[in-house]
């Protein structure tokens, strides 16, 4: 990868709660590495900016392995953006470390939908972030530019939408476009053909939450996400080329796919699609 162009960095490919989850004492989490909550960063070296997508509860370590990533010379800006998909607990609440009680940034802009925008505005303590002129609301349309060199397009997506609508977001660079889809409930309530959708990215980074049925212990239709195993029926089986475009992210720490040596995996992996590594880049 050439790092004088622009590119997208995974800082983080786990369901919100990461792994170890709080409280969990099974296998999947008991002495395993770290994973933090799905997170990309966006980097143009071209304007010197660097954005998050998502604000998860782990901002302090993806900041450190962004500067890892994309280092900034001296006492250079710590970040220059985030774009919020929804207002679910991985992907918002990193946002108070922006404020006085921790990095105390001076206005950063927060970009988000009408309904996310109304829902930071009218609670605290997102309020207060704007109030104390750490966050600075920008509301974007359906699409809008990041940088000069930068596009993002934002797509409405079907999730549990108790507090905000849910987006998903093509980013667009000079050369090559990305996907970001770490939610959504299911392929056939989108009106959007996730397929048509893959094949007009490079890479597609999409929701990979489960791998199947009766994997949790709960109800687990109160928590609707598509199973990788029907993202693999739906894309794989029709079009090998796609397939190997997708890369699954927002894997819940019960995902066996998140074990390398696992059946599960080497069912993604057979197919040509993977599950991301977080630290991993794309050209834009």
């Not at 994309?70 to 991985?90: F, I, K, S």
């Not at 309020?127 to 809008?144: P, S, Y």
Request: hydrophobic fraction near 45%; aromatic fraction near 6%.
């Amino acid at each position: 990868m050439d790092s004088s162009q622009p590119f997208v960095a995974v800082l983080g490919i786990a369901q919100d709660g990461g792994r170890p989850q709080a409280g969990c004492r099974r296998a999947c989490c008991v002495d395993q590495p770290r994973l933090s909550p799905a997170c990309l960063a966006i980097v143009d070296p071209i304007a010197d900016q660097r954005f998050l997508i998502d604000a998860t509860p782990d901002i302090g370590a993806q900041l450190a392995m962004l500067d890892r990533i994309a280092p900034r010379v001296g006492a250079g800006r710590v970040l220059d953006g985030v774009l919020l998909t929804h207002a679910h607990m991985g992907h918002y609440t990193g946002l108070v470390h922006l404020g006085r009680e921790a990095l105390a940034l001076p206005g950063v802009p927060v970009h988000t939908s009408e309904r996310m925008a109304t829902f930071l505005l009218g609670n605290s303590p997102w309020k207060e972030l704007v109030d104390h002129g750490h966050v600075e609301i920008v509301q974007f349309d359906t699409t809008f530019q990041l940088t000069p060199s930068i596009s993002v397009r934002a797509i409405p997506v079907p999730h549990r939408d108790e507090l905000s609508d849910t987006v998903c977001f093509v980013i667009e660079g000079p050369n090559h476009r990305v996907l970001w889809l770490p939610d959504i409930d299911s392929w056939d309530g989108w009106d959007v053909d996730i397929v048509e959708l893959i094949a007009s990215v490079d890479v597609a980074y999409v929701d990979g939450t489960f791998f199947d049925d009766g994997e949790l212990e709960r109800d687990m239709s109160a928590i609707p996400h598509p199973r990788i195993v029907d993202t693999v029926r739906r894309v794989a089986d029709l079009d090998a080329s796609l397939a190997a475009r997708v890369r699954f992210v927002h894997l819940n720490h019960t995902n066996p796919a998140l074990v390398r040596s696992s059946s599960e995996r080497a069912t993604v992996v057979e197919v040509g699609m993977r599950v991301a590594d977080e630290g991993e880049t794309v050209s834009l």
